[in-house]
């Protein structure tokens, strides 16, 4: 095992995403363990650790290609935490999810701000 | 003719795209002008000139959205000049498309830098 | 705020969608009022208004459009409902749905149907 | 073989597609012939035969699911054609490619025009 | 009707999806019937019954294209079961969704092995 | 860097891709060289490396995706290769893109079997 990119990646998903992170990977124990791993090593260890952009912009760029993709609600939901978490506002999520009507049609848009409405109902719930 | 909404447009995607964005509405002039009114009044009269995030944060978004979307090369090129334009560095927009290999696959990531190869190639003729 | 195309827009909405759109709008009231109103305002203010295509005609190529991109079951089943409000059979409707089968493949006409019996079943509790 | 569903195919691909659809069965016979035979037996001899929608309304269908999947830019050109066989006006084509831009975004909707263009462009050259 | 397609149909539905495919067909059967004949007859008549491809090949393909299209869940888990009814091992199942991530994106594997878990999981409810 | 891997993926690329991938990854090396060398660990080191599923099925795994994608012709038309280099028959790769009309629809199908006719040409003008 890699030791140097899984720690790396487990850093930074902590530091991204929170709890909400782990339990993505601890999910994946019963199922496909070796998945859990790579999750942590390339996109975390790997990608985001990358020094040539800032973490809110990536955020950005993720809520945005989830938000396009359509069919990837649970990882939007994820991601919308994730935004907050490194220093996105909720006005701005909102704004990217709006803009994405642009590109990837009303029905994107709604259905990322009806993904939007429930972290944000969630986060209330905590606090 | 709403004609706030596209003065404010034509002159925002005067300042995004330069003059690729007014190729395009000039494109539509002989197949669907109200189309091309449509492109400057929504796009960049109503979203891009809203205040809540700025213009290279919503660049970032749109060309990790168009990288998602995977068909719209001709878009995503102009995407990328555009965030170029309003301040990202050549090295963020090979970032955004890098990460983009984590949601959408290799394949969308590798074709988005295929078409920044030709973005970043056409910059180098001109100057 | 620009009263001519949201008023039309809203008259335009009412008319397809009955309460449908509406509860769609108000529900953006506590995420993103705007979006509600460019709702209102692009799509049925602007879009659904031009008179060269008439209203069945275009629920007809939004049915196949939502039923193609097979992540937009919720507005798909709005507009299933809308395309009956304005003059579609149910029966165009499947006709439509299933056609799709060709070009999208089965899994999308199967979901696309699901949705149809949902919206039909609810029309039938109604009566 | 079942020669009534391709007889009944074939009959159908002339009257909706004229020489484009024969020209796509023939380009076929080099590499699956037997696929060219299915897309007369299934998408022709079931499909479009069928009686329950009129084929104006099934090319309407076909065009708004084309320009929403966005890969698809010969077969969107073929039915494009097709459409203005069947009795759509070109108008009306360029009417469905617009509202396109509501559910698939801009870049899909730009992607139509831009094979509208080609396929009206084409017709002016043989009149 | 052609028998002869659709009872070849119906026996290789039996042998792929077990009573899985036929509560498909049987579902249809209230809302648009001859969907599920179709769905027998070129699918399972024509496509599955060819001779150049084996079963377990042929559901390999299957489950890497729904995981791939991210909004077919539904079918996905048919074929996840499928495929083991003509020979996949459960292993082979989470390998091909694993490799997915490299060609649709993490998002697409992550919610095809949530799918496959459902199935793993009913297939031990029953033994 | 990590040797291990990538040299494992080097020795993957060469045995699936032949020239072809190393090929892409020099490509990479003016635009994006990190991007060339995660090519090589993540999907070729980590995923192709791994035990539990026959290089063969993978290719038709891949292929479907890619095939089902849609946007992605120029890697469909490097695994159509590939599936060849690791024993797939050129008949068995027409199978699984004409199955594939079922799953995303003819448009995806057809573009799947011009890509492979261009593979299958360029093979021949080799020998």
New interface residues.
């Given amino acids: 095992m ?1 030791n140097t ?1 899984f720690d790396k990646g487990m850093a930074m998903l902590a530091k991204i995403d929170g709890i909400g992170g782990q339990e ?1 990977v601890n999910c ?1 124990e ?3 363990p ?2 859990g791993r ?2 942590v090593e ?2 975390f260890g ?3 650790s ?1 020094p ?2 800032d973490l809110k ?2 955020e ?13 609600r ?2 939007l939901k994820v991601h919308i935490a994730a935004a907050l978490n490194v220093g996105c506002k909720k ?2 999520v ?18 990322g ?2 993904a ?2 429930e972290v ?1 109902g969630n986060l209330q719930d905590i606090s």
Same sequence: chains 1, 2, 3, 4, 5, 6.
């Fill in positions: 890699d990119r993505v994946l019963g199922i496909a070796d998945f790579y999750l390339f996109p790997d990608i985001y990358r040539g952009l912009s990536r950005i760029a993720t809520v945005a290609a989830l938000t396009a993709l359509g069919y990837a649970p990882q006005e701005e909102i704004e990217i999810i709006i803009q994405l009507a642009v590109y990837a049609g009303f029905p994107a848009a709604l259905n701000l009806s939007a409405r944000f």
